[in-house]
């Protein structure tokens, strides 16, 4: 693709992704909470795997506990 080339389908994905994000005020609380919302209406055609959502759970605790500065607990150094 030539990046000097418009791509339509692309300037109106983002043109939708602005008037969405302007209805929440640019904010993104209130854009999670919006797509939350939104995405229940179509709770019936999610596909849930136990072994997906463990990965996740297990994803953000790791990302959880660099932001508080925890270290997972490690061997005692040995004397020399």
């Given amino acids: ?10 300037d109106e994905i983002r043109e939708i992704r602005h008037r969405i ?16 919302q939104y995405q229940e209406q179509f709770r019936d055609r999610l596909i849930y795997d ?5 990965a996740a759970q297990q994803a953000v605790q790791t990302d ?4 508080a500065g925890s270290r997972p607990a490690t061997a005692t150094p040995r004397a020399q």
Wanted: aromatic fraction near 2%; charged fraction near 25%; hydrophobic fraction near 35%.
């Fill in 21 to 36: 994000s302007a209805s929440c005020d640019h904010d993104p609380a209130k854009l999670v909470a919006y797509l939350m």
């Fill in 64 to 67: 959880t506990d660099k932001a």
């Fill in 1 to 10: 693709m030539n990046p000097t080339t418009p791509d339509l389908v692309i």
């Fill in 50 to 54: 136990p072994t997906e959502q463990r």
